[in-house]
Each structure stands twice: as structure tokens, then as C-alpha cells.
């Protein structure tokens, strides 16, 4: 998961430099655009762990446990 967050932030350093040669702010933009990945990143782990336990949960209690 780290080395996925840090591709990511590499490729939209790399992207911004491209399309911003000389701004001065482009790291800045690079972890905004990265928080916001990463806040996506996160829900959607937490909404698959949901689904995951709640499975589970679910076939504990139709088996009687």
C-alpha cells in the first residue's frame, strides 16, 4: 500500500513538472492532487473492510454461532 501511495506521488510530481516546467508551486499541487487520492484510497479500503465483516458476520450468524 505504501509503495502504491509512493508511485503515486511520484507519477504526479513527474506529471506536474511536465505540464508546469518552471512552476514554482508544483509540489504543493503534486500533494493536493496526492491527499485527494489518497483520501479516495482510503474510503474505498475502509467501504471493502465493511462489506468484508459484515460477510462474515452475516454467515456466523445463519450458521447458529
Known amino acids: ?7 503515486s506521488w511520484l507519477g504526479s510530481q513527474s506529471i ?5 516546467p518552471m512552476a514554482p508551486y508544483a ?5 493536493a ?3 485527494v487520492f489518497g483520501a479516495l484510497l ?3 479500503q475502509i467501504y ?15 450458521q447458529g454461532r
Do not use: D, N
Open 42 to 44: 482510503a474510503a474505498s
Open 27 to 31: 509540489p504543493a499541487e503534486g500533494l
Open 1 to 7: 500500500m505504501g509503495l502504491l501511495y509512493t508511485f
Open 16 to 20: 506536474i513538472r511536465r505540464t508546469y
Open 48 to 62: 471493502y473492510l465493511y462489506h468484508v465483516i459484515r460477510a462474515h458476520l452475516k454467515t456466523q450468524y445463519a
Open 33 to 35: 492532487a496526492l491527499s
